[in-house]
Each structure stands twice: as C-alpha cells, then as structure tokens.
Antibody
Framework: QVTLKESGPALVKPTQTLTLTCTFS??????????VSWIRQPPGKALEWLAR???????FYNTSLKTRLTISKDISKNQVVLTMTNMDPVDTATYYC???????????WGQGTLVTVSS | QSALTQPASVSGSPGQSITISCTGT?????????VSWYQQHPGKAPKVMIF???NRPSGVSNRFSGSKSGNTASLTISGLQAEDEADYYC??????????FGTGTKVTVL
C-alpha cells in the first residue's frame, strides 16, 4: 500500500523560508519511473502544482515560482523535501505531496498540511 | 501557465448525467493525452477519478467517464448520486514539462 504524509511548520512569518517534508512508503524513489510532486491549495481556491522530483534526480518546477523553490530527496529516509523561500501571506495554503504516475497523474495524495503565513 | 478553465458550478438531480468541461490550449490539453480528473470532498485530499483522458483507476465507479476534443476535455458523471457532490479539478501535463490544474467545479446534487 502506497502512502504519503506531509510534515512541517503550521505557521511561518513573512520573508521566512518554509521547509516541508513528504515521508512515503510502499515504493522507492530509486525505482525507475518513480516520481513525487508537491501541490498546494489556498483556502477556498484551486490546486496549483509546485514541483516534481524523479527517480533519476531530474527536477521540474512551476515556472512562476521557480526562483523560490527547491525540491530534493533523501533515499535512505524515503523522503522528499520542498523548500520555499521568501514566504508571503499569499502562500498560505494546504500543501500536498503526491506520487506522480508515469502517465502524468497524481495518485495517491498525502493528507495535506496547512501552512499559514502571518506575522 | 494559466489555469485551465472549468465552470464554477454544475448541478443535477439524482440519476441524471452531468458533464464538466476543462478548456486549455494546444500547449497542454490539446497537445497531450495526459488529462486527469480529481474529486475533492470538503477537508479531504483530492482523489483521482480519470487519468490519461479516459482511463478509470481500479475502484472508481464506471459512472465516471472522460473524453477530449481539441483543447477541451470533459468529465461525465452518469447516474448522479448524493456522494458525487464534491469539487472536481482537471489537470494536464504541459509543453513546459510542468502541470496545470483547472479552476475547479463544484458539483451539487439537487
């Protein structure tokens, strides 16, 4: 059974850097074809894709946020880490990680973690 | 990358069929057969209902079907049930090696 779970701070201050961790089980990011994405959803708003990391360490970013995002993986811990710099109140959202299937769809998703940006 | 365009809301009575549209461009929906659809109940994580335009994952009811014509993809729910009331989002792979989601559609069962 594949599961993913997000963790990180619930509250960050403006201008701070956010670090989120996705801990997964049921698959390995050393296996050819495996990928993990981060997606966020501001309260009451639509989903927005942020970044993806592949088994071969290829990385892809939302072009609008690319300068602020870094995605990485820790194979030994089965974790994917997302950092976002210079946080702003508009970045307040529920952040999800999801396994990225080969046909470019997301399944399953983690439960999400709500991050509020406020001073 | 602009969000894909979906109607804000769609409603139907139990047993009826409804269709949700998802309009993009030739750089996303029209350029690839990588459109997927997600159902999201309040306070829950999204769940995939359709992948690669028209494929249903194991466990998803055959009342859900997908199609695509040009730059517009569609999700049809037949035999509408109360449990189908939720938000629905489309997603597409893009020519920028990224992904774009739709604006979201709230489905109401009357």
């Amino acid at each position: 059974q594949v599961t993913l779970k997000e963790s990180g701070p619930a509250l960050v201050k403006p201008t701070q850097t956010l670090t989120l961790t996705c801990t997964f089980s049921g698959f390995s990011l050393t296996t050819s074809g495996m990928r993990v994405s981060w997606i966020r959803q501001p309260p009451g708003k639509a989903l927005e894709w942020l970044a993806r990391i592949d088994w071969d360490d290829d990385k892809f970013y939302n072009t609008s946020l690319k300068t602020r995002l870094t995605i990485s993986k820790d194979i030994s811990k089965n974790q994917v880490v997302l950092t976002m710099t210079n946080m702003d109140p508009v970045d307040t959202a529920t952040y999800y990680c999801a396994r990225n299937r080969w046909g470019h769809w997301f399944d399953p998703w983690g439960q999400g973690t709500l991050v509020t940006v406020s001073s | 990358q602009s969000a894909l365009t979906q109607p804000a809301s769609v409603s139907g009575s139990p047993g009826q069929s409804i269709t949700i549209s998802c309009t993009g461009t030739s750089s996303d929906v029209g350029g690839y057969n990588y459109v997927s659809w997600y159902q999201q109940h309040p306070g829950k994580a999204p769940k995939v209902m359709i992948f690669e335009v028209s494929n249903r994952p194991s466990g998803v009811s055959n009342r859900f079907s997908g199609s695509k014509s040009g730059n517009t993809a569609s999700l049809t729910i037949s035999g509408l049930q109360a449990e189908d009331e939720a938000d629905y989002y489309c997603s597409s792979y893009t020519s920028s090696s990224s992904y774009v989601f739709g604006t979201g559609t709230k489905v109401t069962v009357l």
